[in-house]
Nanobody, 115 residues
C-alpha cells in the first residue's frame, strides 16, 4: 500500500523555522522524484520545492534562499527545512512522489505563520 505521511507542521512566529518530513512506503522511494507543494486558502496548489532521484533540486522563487529540500533514501524520507518564515507561507503543505505513470500525494500538514 502506497503511503506518504507528512509531519512537522504547526504554528510558528514570523522569522521562525520549521522542518517538515514526509515518510514514504509502498514504492521504490529512491527512484522517485519528490517534491513539496502548498495550498493556501482560496489559492491554487503550487510547487514549493522538488528533488530528483539524483539529488538535483529546484525551488519556487518565493522560497529561494529560505527553504531547503533534501532526501534520505535509507529512511525513505524527504524533508523541507523552512527558515525565515513569513505570514504568506501559511498553507497546507503536501508531499508528492512521481515516477513515469505513477503520481502519489500525501494528506498534507498545516503550517501557520502568525504572531
Amino acid at each position: 500500500q502506497v503511503q506518504l505521511v507528512e509531519s512537522g507542521g504547526g504554528l510558528v512566529q514570523p522569522g521562525g523555522s520549521l522542518r517538515l518530513s514526509c515518510v514514504a512506503s509502498g514504492f521504490t522511494f529512491s527512484s522517485y522524484a519528490m517534491s513539496w507543494y502548498r495550498q493556501a486558502p482560496g489559492k491554487e496548489r503550487e510547487l514549493v520545492a522538488g528533488i530528483s532521484s539524483g539529488g538535483s533540486t529546484n525551488y519556487a522563487d518565493s522560497v529561494k534562499g529560505r527553504f531547503t529540500i533534501s532526501r534520505d533514501n535509507a529512511k525513505r524520507t524527504v524533508y523541507l527545512q523552512m527558515n525565515s518564515l513569513k505570514v504568506e507561507d501559511t498553507a497546507v503543505y503536501y508531499c508528492r512522489g512521481r515516477w513515469p505513470g505513477r503520481d502519489y500525494w500525501g494528506q498534507g500538514t498545516q503550517v501557520t505563520v502568525s504572531s
